[in-house]
């Protein structure tokens, strides 16, 4: 069982930064690859970024490549999502998700457990 906790989220101007954290409880946090999908209003929830269990590999969705950035820190059971270059469009709820495959994948189904959200408001 892995329990995620995400924040970071906020009010933000176009342009700002912004940093999302995942804290997960359980000892095989480092066996799992660890995602973000994001969900706007009105839409369904889309696919963002996720890193590999060791961290060596990431994947990107192309709407976000060049302005967001996953990484882990396996001592600490927390992953994060640096997010440059706010556009209004990255308005959504952000969630951490966990996959037991250790691999990156982009799909839903892949994660088993999911985080309650952080909202990320981007005004223009």
């Known amino acids: 069982q892995v329990q995620l906790v995400e924040s970071g989220g906020g009010l933000v101007q176009a342009g700002d930064s912004l940093r999302l954290s995942c804290e997960a409880s359980?000892?095989?946090?480092?066996?799992?690859?660890m995602g973000w999908f994001r969900q706007a209003p009105g839409k369904e929830r889309e696919f963002v970024a996720a890193?590999?269990?060791?961290?060596?590999?990431?994947r990107y969705a192309d709407s976000v490549k060049g302005r967001f950035t996953i990484s882990r820190d396996n001592a600490k059971n927390t992953n994060s999502l640096q997010i440059n270059s706010l556009k209004p469009e990255d308005t959504a709820v952000y969630y951490c998700?966990?996959?037991?495959?250790?691999?990156?994948?982009?799909?839903?189904?892949?994660?088993?457990?999911w985080g309650q959200g952080t909202q990320v408001t981007v005004s223009s």
């Open positions: 998700a966990a996959s037991p495959q250790g691999v990156p994948g982009r799909a839903e189904r892949d994660y088993r457990y």
């Open positions: 359980g000892r095989t946090f480092r066996s799992y690859a």
């Open positions: 890193i590999s269990a060791s961290g060596a590999g990431t």
